[in-house]
Structure formats: C-alpha cells, structure tokens
C-alpha cells in the first residue's frame, strides 16, 4: 500500500477558505469531477469534515490528476492518497472554517 501524502495543501486555520479558480474554469473542473465521478467512483464516505472517496484503480491516472489541480485551487482543503490493489482513495479534509461551505463543496466530489 503507498500513501502519498506529499505535497500537503497546508489545511491550516490561517488558510482563507477560496477557490482560485475563475467562472468558466471553476465550471470546467466541476464538468470533470461529476464525470470522473460517475465513471470511477465506487465508494464514498463522509464524517464530518472529511470526505473519503474510493475511486477504481484504472482511474488512478486521472483521479492523481485531478488532486493535483485541486490542491494547486483549493490549498484550504487538504488532498491524501491511498493506493490499493483495486482502489485509489481520496481522503479529503477540510478545515473548520470551512464549515458553511463545506456541503457544497463536498457535495461536488460525492456525486
């Protein structure tokens, strides 16, 4: 099992909680997450702050791809993967001042 938990957004208090992306941008990734969603997502699992998303393995190309363009858009949220013999998990978590947003945000990921 190998966990990739570098590089780390820094999902710290001080981290303003904001999306860099601009409209048509933010409208593409959210396209791609549904789709990437519908086609290899298999499990998904909230507590809380954390969302952890089991995505099939031959995704995993994509699924790494997609967490490094939102680490680089999203640094307040916190991206950690785990690779499995027939999954990749996505754990994501979100700091506490992301509260109010978090069921919009999450709500994305999930499906």
Do not use: W
């Not at 593409?28 to 507590?47: F, G, K, P, S, V």
């Not at 952890?52 to 950690?80: H, I, M, N, P, S």
């Amino acid at each position: 099992m190998a966990v990739d938990k570098a590089p780390s957004s820094g999902c710290t208090p001080q981290t303003e909680v904001r999306c860099a992306l601009g409209p048509a941008e933010f409208r593409n990734r959210l396209a791609r997450i549904r789709d990437l969603t519908h086609r290899a997502l298999r499990e998904r699992q909230r507590e809380g702050l954390q969302l952890t998303l089991a995505y099939d393995a031959g995704a995993a190309a994509e699924v790494r791809e997609l967490v490094a363009l939102e680490r680089a858009c999203c640094a307040f949220l916190d991206f950690q993967l785990d690779e499995r013999a027939d999954r990749l998990v996505l754990t994501i978590t979100a700091p506490p001042s992301a509260q109010g947003a978090i069921e919009e945000i999450f709500s994305e990921f999930a499906g």
